[in-house]
């Protein structure tokens, strides 16, 4: 009775199988690396949740300013680059630079007084230097984009 070793080099059978399946797994490593590190990419560009952040950060901002009593003059003053606002109909909707509104874009609601209107913003992208401006006053909410080198604080 003849025993017959295994091993990388021992049989043309057991040789060709181990490799096969040494390769295999080689491979199958690789491509997990890389989906792992295109998940990595993708996730890191989003901006997802920065757009999430800003729809309903300016969504409470109107709702606070509609419930402030007087008229009330507000610079926000968040970093909003290359950002699209769109306020309309009761609703905030952010996209980010070029990207196309589609049917999940990022909104959030707010409640608009009827007798006091808040009026339609669709901004382009803001620049560096620019932000978002209200001001409240008998006639409604008017929202509009204003050079930061525009705006000067009260003492």
Do not use: C
Not at 9 to 30: N, Q, R, T, Y
């Amino acid at each position: 009775m003849t025993v017959r070793k295994r091993g990388l080099f021992l049989g043309k059978k057991a040789f060709s199988h181990d490799l096969f399946f040494d390769i295999f797994e080689l491979f199958l490593v690789v491509v997990i690396v890389l989906a792992l590190a295109n998940f990595i990419a993708d996730v890191a560009d989003q901006t997802l949740f920065e757009k999430n952040y800003l729809a309903r950060d300016v969504s409470i901002l109107i709702d606070a300013i509609y419930a402030a009593p007087g008229d009330v003059a507000y610079l926000y003053d968040e970093k909003t680059t290359a950002y699209q606002f769109n306020i309309a109909k009761s609703k905030v909707t952010v996209n980010k630079d070029k990207e196309q509104a589609t049917p999940n874009a990022i909104y959030y609601l707010f409640g608009e007084e009827i007798k006091k209107p808040i009026n339609v913003l669709n901004t382009n992208a803001l620049q560096e230097n620019q932000k978002l401006y209200f001001l409240k006053d008998q006639s409604g909410i008017k929202v509009s984009t204003l050079e930061a080198s525009q705006y000067k604080k009260s003492p």
